[in-house]
């Protein structure tokens, strides 16, 4: 036994954990730590106090529970809400009220009117080298420019369509041409960009072609290339596109005597299950639009009527007698929801509220 006590009991001098206290017993050692590092004499922890709660006065008879304490150091500290300072309120950019409409005609002039003054409705007439209005700029086409659009987030470029079938997109800054759009297409009906700009939809005259898929066309803006062009296989013209103000879809207006709606997304497919179909067409250059909320769609009507749709039941909502012609044209007020404006084919102008 006192072999193997000498035998695995003897611990070297250089582990230095064990002491030997004699008679094969030793006792384990504990390891010395590592000296402290010093701290330097300039420095001192900065401590954050909690502000001083002040206590109301309490006779020094009353004893004071640690309940009450915590009820009036919170009453103390916390300040009431109405003491607080309310923040500013926003900013809104207030609309100017919409009394000025104004309208082209086939006399080469563009009228600014007054619609609310029944005295002079007529503000304005801009004319070509005329000192009514400033001519700053000037855009030559070869072609009868049909439609003009601006784009919808910079106000410097604009794309035009015309009878040639040619799509252009100009910038005001060099008053020059950036980016063109070649399909060999009929003469141009309507133009529309998306909300964000990045593509635009063509409408074009298919008449005299034997392809009438191409009476709409989806195109990318900075690849001047179509996105599709199998969007309306059928054999009729379409006088008016228009995107939703909110929704993922457009509306087409057909010669068939209805209005169509297409999906905004790929593959841009025709809602074969809902349509807008009370009003007639018949050949004339009638056109739709939405409310600015997006819940209504106004049309205009061969029959001099103004139509209005439910946008989501595709129901007739209202029929409106403006012209003993053909209504050619409306547009939604773009602050009052309840006004607005039509003109006829023979150049009246009804505003309806």
């Given at each position: 036994m006192d072999l193997l006590c000498k035998a695995y009991g003897d611990?070297?001098?250089?582990?230095?954990?064990?002491?030997?206290?004699?008679?094969?017993?030793?006792?384990?050692?504990?390891?010395?730590?590592?000296p402290k590092r010093p701290c330097s004499e300039g420095y001192a922890p900065v401590q954050s106090r909690s502000p001083?709660?002040?206590?109301?006065?309490?006779?020094?008879?009353?004893?004071?529970?640690?309940?009450?304490?915590?009820?009036?150091?919170?009453?103390?500290?916390?300040?009431?809400?109405?003491?607080?300072?309310?923040?500013?309120p926003p900013i809104t950019n207030v609309e100017p009220p919409g009394?000025?409409?104004?309208?082209?005609?086939?006399?080469?002039?563009?009228?600014v009117w007054n619609?609310?003054?029944?005295?002079?409705?007529?503000v304005c007439a801009l004319r070509y080298h005329n000192a009514a209005g400033t001519?700053?700029?000037?855009?030559?086409?070869?072609?009868?420019?049909?439609?003009?659009?601006?784009?919808?987030?910079?106000?410097?470029?604009?794309?035009?369509?015309?009878?040639?079938?040619?799509?252009?997109?100009?910038?005001?800054?060099?008053?020059?041409?950036?980016?063109?759009?070649?399909?060999?297409?009929?003469?141009?009906?309507?133009?529309?960009?998306?909300?964000?700009?990045?593509?635009?939809?063509?409408?074009?005259?298919?008449?005299?072609?034997?392809?009438?898929?191409?009476?709409?066309?989806?195109?990318?803006?900075?690849r001047q290339v179509p996105l599709s062009n199998q969007v309306y296989a059928e054999a009729y013209t379409c006088t008016c596109v228009r995107y939703h103000p909110y929704g993922s879809c457009f509306i087409a207006q057909s010669n068939g005597n209805y209005i169509a709606v297409f999906s905004a997304r790929l593959p841009y497919k025709l809602d074969k299950y809902k349509r807008y179909e009370n009003h007639g067409v018949w050949g004339f250059p009638v056109k739709c639009n939405f409310s600015m909320n997006g819940q209504q769609i106004a049309s205009g009507s061969s029959d001099g009527c103004i139509y209005l749709y439910d946008y989501k039941s595709s129901n007739l909502l209202k029929?409106?007698?403006?012209?003993?012609?053909p209504c050619v044209d409306v547009a939604f007020h773009p602050t009052i929801p309840d006004v607005i404006a039509s003109c006829s084919w023979r150049g009246e102008i009804s505003v309806f509220g």
């Open positions: 611990v070297s001098d250089e582990d230095g954990e064990f002491e030997n206290l004699g008679e094969g017993k030793y006792k384990r050692q504990r390891p010395i730590p590592p001083a709660v002040v206590l109301p006065a309490q006779p020094p008879s009353r004893y004071v529970s640690k309940r009450d304490r915590a009820i009036l150091s919170a009453e103390a500290t916390s300040t009431p809400s109405a003491a607080l300072p309310l923040p500013n009394h000025l409409l104004a309208s082209a005609s086939m006399d080469q002039a563009v009228y619609v609310w003054n029944k005295n002079q409705q007529k001519e700053t700029q000037m855009f030559k086409e070869e072609q009868t420019v049909e439609v003009v659009r601006f784009h919808p987030e910079n106000s410097s470029l604009f794309l035009s369509g015309g009878s040639k079938g040619l799509l252009r997109l100009w910038d005001i800054r060099v008053g020059a041409v950036v980016k063109e759009y070649l399909k060999g297409l009929g003469p141009i009906l309507d133009v529309e960009f998306s909300r964000d700009g990045k593509t635009f939809i063509s409408s074009s005259d298919t008449s005299n072609s034997r392809i009438s898929e191409n009476s709409i066309i989806l195109w990318d803006v900075m029929k409106i007698k403006a012209f003993e012609q």
